[in-house]
């Protein structure tokens, strides 16, 4: 009976991760398997979230949360749709890392981006938790450890490159603005350095390959 019910979990499991669109060579025990502690971990981790969240609108003040967002207005709803825009655009642009029939579905990678996004933004990891998250979720729907840490550090990287553009593109605007000429020299100096502790970064990681 047991194993009844394990080759059902199996089945219904599988169903869900076919729905997504990740089609896989890898064997069923290794797509599968979800241990009995991960589990409670994750139940004790969304418990321990909701009683964090109670406890700071209770020391804040339900009253004063209310007013803080009064005073936002109904505009910052809008920032829902946009942001899952982005989210979205994000999560395909990760995807063209992943090649032919080892392509994963949208909703696993639009998943990982949220869920790291949100991990960055609340604790202090420096976003390099939230980037483990994304390659331990991916790994849930059957993407291997070692892919799934490649393309996370390729998205990565390209996240980078995208910031030190838009550095310059700012750097350029400032400049254009008749600004503080110290303050331009300041900004330039600073995405000149992050470019190139990028490509030391890229140098490296090419000679390991």
Known sequence: MRAARENLRFARVCS???????????????????????RKAGILFTVAGLVAIGVLVYLQGPGAIAE????L???????VPIYAVFLSLSAISWGMLFAGGRRLGHL??????WVGASLNTLVPTG????EVVKARIITRYGVGGADAA???????????????????????CLASL????????????????FLAALVVFIKIGRAHV
């Open 150 to 172: 490649a393309s996370v550090i390729v998205d990565t990287t390209v996240q980078s490159l995208s910031l030190a553009l838009w550095a310059f593109i700012g750097t350029a």
């Open 178 to 193: 008749a600004a503080d000429s110290e303050l331009v020299s300041v900004a330039l100096i600073g995405a000149s350095l």
């Open 73 to 79: 207005g109904a505009g910052v709803l809008w920032m």
């Open 127 to 130: 976003t390099i938790g939230g």
């Open 108 to 113: 696993p990678r639009f998943t990982g981006i």
């Open 16 to 38: 869900r991760w076919e729905i997504v669109g990740w089609s896989s060579s890898h064997s069923s025990a290794a797509v599968c398997s979800d241990s009995p502690e991960m």
């Open 68 to 71: 803080a967002f009064g005073a």
